[in-house]
């Protein structure tokens, strides 16, 4: 892949630099290879963050095994961690098989065409990619075919590599952001508050009150205030998820600006070429944008999941029966909410926070991008 990286910068060069007396039509041709070189680095850089630190990844996998609700879980809990591990069970089998499908759709007619001139058809001799090369692959049957099977594998390469550090992030960032909506409900219902007339039933601390009348050993703890291991328990919790959270962040926030500096790149390109270089019923750079756009949403999406379910939990201190606590607990509860008034993020290597509002940015950057892009290729 960094020989790849190198023949396609070093072609796209060449031809920028012969067109450089020219006008902006004379490299358009050379706009389709910007999205192909736009994920070489940035597989790259996912792979290579991973290969780096593999400790990390076994202490974050270990960790949140060993966090995960074991035996019997409330109904309560039962509808946070179903339809989170149902989503991402969708979202990680959509975004591989898109992924792959959008790889057919791109390779499909240049390798078929690729085949067809081999066996002798009068079709051109066309590459995937510009990659630059010392001699000419259309003169000799062989080589071509070696260097478009090559191109294949390369292309297959890049969108794995970096298609598997999205799905691994997508895990992480699943299963940290369902632990704080695990903690946020052990947090409500961890102090005993009698129903009376203040504290209806149906409130949510009068449920919990009922869960606590049908449970002798938990009223018992909790009238005799021995619940303070419980305590200690949800704040090294806390502690933990903090900083399974920021080892997120310290593994994919260079990946991430990498990521969205070229997003806005290659959409940019990508809506370039295809409303300009393509037949309105080609699919080549359609299919790369759509894999840009989704992927960046996804991403943008799990952030901003972590954001919220992370500042969930001082609402959940607040929500709770706090007053009815000892000032110990009151103590170590009031640590608790001030740790999580400030919400975990993931970050594009300090730049900017990865949230929804960064998916509206990059929309707009690349806009911006695509007609200037466009003004100077129109202008006469």
């Known amino acids: 892949m960094f020989v790849a990286l190198w023949l396609e910068s070093i072609k796209m060069a060449q031809d920028a630099l012969s067109a450089m007396n020219g006008s902006l039509e004379d490299v358009v041709g050379s706009f389709g290879m910007v999205p192909c070189i736009g994920y070489l680095p940035l597989g790259l850089t996912k792979t290579y963050m991973m290969k780096r630190d593999p400790l990390v990844f076994e202490n974050m996998v270990k960790k949140l095994r060993n966090m995960f609700p074991k035996g019997i879980v409330t109904e309560e809990e039962h509808k946070i961690v ?25 390779l499909f007619d240049t390798y078929i065409n690729g085949v067809h001139w081999a066996i002798g058809h009068d079709v051109p001799a066309v590459l995937p990619f510009g990659y630059w090369l010392p001699f000419d692959p259309a003169q000799s049957v062989p080589a071509f075919m070696i260097l478009l099977n ?21 895990t992480f960032l699943t299963h940290i952001s369902l632990q704080f909506d695990l903690l946020a409900v052990r947090i409500r219902r961890l102090i005993y508050v009698p129903v009376d007339k203040q504290l209806l039933a149906e409130y949510p601390l009068g449920l919990y009150d009922a869960e606590h009348l049908n449970d002798s050993k938990t009223t018992e703890d909790m009238r005799n205030g021995s619940y303070l291991k419980e305590v200690k328990d949800i704040i090294k919790n806390h502690y933990d998820l903090m900083r399974l959270a920021a080892d997120v962040e310290g593994i994919y926030s260079f990946p991430m600006l990498i990521h969205f500096f070229n997003s806005s790149i290659i959409i940019c390109f990508c809506t ?20 840009a756009l989704f992927e960046s949403l996804l991403l943008c999406w799990f952030g901003h999941r972590l954001i919220e379910s992370s500042q969930d939990i001082s609402q959940a201190v607040y929500n709770s029966g706090w007053y009815k606590a000892s000032s110990k607990i009151k103590s170590s509860l009031l640590v608790i909410l001030i740790r999580a008034q400030r919400p975990l993020h993931i970050t594009t290597f300090g730049y900017s926070v990865i949230s929804l509002k960064t998916f509206t940015t990059l929309i707009k950057t690349a806009w911006l991008y695509f007609t200037l892009l466009l003004n100077l290729y129109k202008k006469p």
């Open 82 to 106: 179903k339809p989170a591990l149902t989503r991402l069970n969708y979202v990680n089998k959509g975004y591989y098989w898109y992924n792959n499908m959008s790889l057919v759709i791109f």
């Open 150 to 170: 090559l191109q294949v594998w390369h292309a297959i390469l890049a969108i794995w590599f970096s298609m598997c550090g999205d799905l691994l992030m997508f």
């Open 272 to 291: 370039f070429c295809g409303a300009l270089v393509e037949n309105w019923n080609e699919m080549r750079y359609k299919c790369f944008l759509f894999v």
